[in-house]
């Protein structure tokens, strides 16, 4: 059976204005969320776990990886878009600023990094892990903006916030390893 690639946003974070973004960890719901997801035995064929190095990716992985026993390997260029010019937003501007972000992929906006660049970003660290060619199904633990600009790439997609996973998190696509075929398109963790 061919392998799976599945990339897992985090869920629900703990947000923190005093704490930069990157810190933050998941909060009761995320956790609760993540425990659930890897006690449902949906990911039975994975052999593989890489995570983002943001606290909230690896909180999620650590949980995944230590039900199931697999090695958690962190990947510290997965981080989420570059916003740290901007620092925390409140939830209206930042969606303000997230939807120019993917409106614009050329742009800097607001001194954020840039999409097409997050994009190649991400999509280097996946093709150089995939390159390793490891026996098993893969699972990536990340983050939303990016896990969209990965999907977009797949998928044949231009970069557009409407390929962008829902609310609160804890969403996953997954594409086949040997052709990146997209199998699934962003689904809610708890529907896997």
Not at 8 to 16: G, K, Y
Not at 76 to 87: C, L, V
Not at 127 to 147: I, K, Q, W
Request: proline share 4%; charged share 25%; net charge negative.
């Amino acid at each position: 059976m061919a392998a799976v690639v599945r990339y897992l946003t985090h869920p629900q974070v703990a947000i923190d204005p005093s704490v930069p973004v990157p810190s933050w960890g998941l909060n009761a719901v995320g956790r609760a969320r993540a425990i659930a997801f890897a006690d449902a035995g949906r990911l039975s064929g994975t052999t593989q776990i890489i995570a983002s190095g943001e606290r909230k990716a690896i909180e999620t992985a650590e949980i995944v990886a230590g039900r199931m026993n697999i090695a958690l390997e962190i990947c510290e260029a997965m981080h989420e878009n570059d916003r740290s010019a901007t620092g925390f937003l409140d939830p209206n501007e930042f969606e303000a600023v997230a939807d120019q972000f993917f409106r614009h992929p050329l742009a800097s906006v607001r001194g954020w990094e840039r999409a097409i660049d997050a994009q190649r970003r991400i999509l280097h660290e996946t093709e150089e892990v995939l390159s390793r060619n490891r026996p098993g199904d893969l699972l990536f633990v990340g983050h939303g903006a990016v896990g969209t600009l990965l999907f977009c790439h797949y998928a044949g997609l231009e970069i557009d916030r409407r390929h962008d996973q829902g609310a609160g998190g804890g969403y996953c696509f997954a594409f086949a390893r040997e052709d990146r075929r997209i199998l699934h398109p962003w689904r809610r963790m708890e529907e896997l």
